[in-house]
């Protein structure tokens, strides 16, 4: 019988896994647990990463499922760096059987700019609302989307110098734009979802502090673009996991 399952990369780094991670990986079992779904983890990559970033190797789920004789219902690729709240609702009830996203209004300098620079190397004559631009982290998928993940890649090995070159230069994230460009390209049918269930950059929203606040205004909380110093991401994750499910404060 196939579950809703969540999935996230979870690759070693020196033989060693990030312990916020681990933090990240005890909210989510949880909450599948709770919520009936079955959580997976890419401990492996498909490929070598220095042929393909680890982040791109996601659109190979389904090859990796068929691998490990998985079945799915839908499936949530959701970063590493997040936690999510033990009482958050099943976010697979609000899916409408389309691709759901987030959108990502974080810095709108960094995210103009990889649009631009996508468009004028890439994808030329695309373009697209900033309003309707989706953060990577969180995605939602079904089984119909096979075809685009396999888009995703032949895309991706079709245009590696330019996408490694852009990145490098410009310092413009991994798949993020890209994918938001190839929604539109390839005309699939999306659904934004409310910012509480993926909560990114916390920090310029003035959300996160030691009340905890964060806590109590969504339901999975993306802790990306912190400060690189004093109270950096595995500061936050560490107190925000004990907190919610230790009742640490």
Known sequence: MSKN??????VKKDGQLKKEYEYSIKSWKHWCD????????????VVDMEEMHIIWQRYFLFDIFDANEIDCN????VDADTIVHPDSPNF?????????????????????RGMEHYKNYVFKEE???FWEYGNSGF??????????????R???????????????????????????????????????LPYKYNMTCMNKREIIGEDML???????MHFNGLPEKDKTVPYWMEKTYKYLFEGTK
């Open 5 to 10: 399952i969540v999935f996230m990369i979870a």
């Open 34 to 45: 709770k919520n009936d779904c079955e959580l997976f983890l890419l401990e492996e990559p």
């Open 74 to 77: 839908q499936v949530l690729m």
């Open 92 to 112: 697979f009830n609000e899916t409408d059987d389309k691709y759901c996203l987030v959108h990502d209004d974080g810095s709108y300098d960094w995210i103009l």
């Open 127 to 129: 373009w697209f609302d």
């Open 139 to 152: 995605q939602i998928i079904n089984k119909k989307h096979r075809p685009f993940f396999d888009e995703m």
């Open 154 to 192: 032949k895309f991706y090995f079709n245009n590696k110098e330019t996408i490694q070159s852009i990145q490098s230069n410009w310092g413009i994230g991994t798949d993020q734009t890209p994918l938001n460009f190839m929604l539109r390209k390839h005309n699939v049918e999306m659904k934004l």
């Open 214 to 220: 964060h806590t109590k205004l969504g339901h999975i």
